[in-house]
Nanobody, 124 residues
């Protein structure tokens, strides 16, 4: 059974940083593009960032450009989301997705491979 497990969420003050990890049981992990999504209360799930299989191509939603960095380590079967300069509006449950269709500038998630999510709460 494929598993994606997010970790690293928590409570942080505005302006602070958090680093999320997505640990994957997909093998070989390097075959799969990865996307990070978030869903705030009352809102639809939205893409935050995505990375292609090699890690050499990444894409970000405009709201996080310059503040968030997506990366991956295929040897460790993990993807990461480094979040800096956090804002109140970044508060959401963050999910990782794998196996989707990655194109430069976009990522279409694969519905079968979602993690359970990790809560990120930014306080003032």
């Amino acid at each position: 059974q494929v598993q994606l497990v997010e970790s690293g969420g928590g409570l942080v003050q505005a302006g602070g940083s958090l680093s999320l990890t997505c640990a994957a049981s997909l093998r070989p992990f390097s075959d799969y593009a990865v996307g990070w999504f978030r869903q705030a209360p009352g809102k639809e799930r939205e893409i935050v960032a995505a990375i292609n299989w090699s890690g050499l191509d990444t894409t970000y939603t405009d709201a996080v450009k310059g503040r968030f960095t997506i990366s991956r380590d295929n040897a460790k079967n993990a993807a990461y989301l480094q979040m800096n300069s956090l804002r109140l509006e970044d508060t959401a449950v963050y999910y990782c997705n794998a196996g989707g269709a990655y194109y430069t500038g976009s990522y279409v998630p694969f519905d079968q491979y979602w993690g359970q999510g990790t809560q990120v709460t930014v306080s003032s």
